[in-house]
């Protein structure tokens, strides 16, 4: 069973947690305000699901739109202002 939107109740664990890659290097670090070392410490602490991919894209491009959710957001807790 691989229907899209399946509810996590339902959902097998594959289709909730996907492993992710973020590659970057030091100048879109910087350009992105982003702490690197917060990132590798938030990355152990915490698990994140499919859901996070949408807000991070948008909060790491800075895009303003009322859809985004900043608890959602990846890199929200290592972007500095």
Same mark, same amino acid.
């Given at each position: 069973m691989y229907p899209h939107a399946t509810l996590y109740a339902l959902a097998?664990?594959?289709q909730a947690h996907i492993p992710? !890659? !973020?590659w970057g $290097? &030091? $100048?879109f670090a910087r350009t #992105?305000?982003?702490d690197i070392n917060? !990132?590798?410490q938030h990355a152990r602490q915490q698990v994140f699901l499919h859901d996070n991919?949408? &807000?991070s894209v948008l909060g790491i491009k800075d895009v303003?739109? #009322?859809e985004y959710q900043t608890k959602l957001d990846l890199f929200a807790p290592c972007r500095q202002k």
């Amino acid at each position: 069973m691989y229907p899209h939107a399946t509810l996590y109740a339902l959902a097998l664990a594959e289709q909730a947690h996907i492993p992710m !890659l !973020l590659w970057g $290097n &030091h $100048n879109f670090a910087r350009t #992105s305000k982003l702490d690197i070392n917060c !990132l590798y410490q938030h990355a152990r602490q915490q698990v994140f699901l499919h859901d996070n991919i949408f &807000h991070s894209v948008l909060g790491i491009k800075d895009v303003k739109t #009322s859809e985004y959710q900043t608890k959602l957001d990846l890199f929200a807790p290592c972007r500095q202002k």
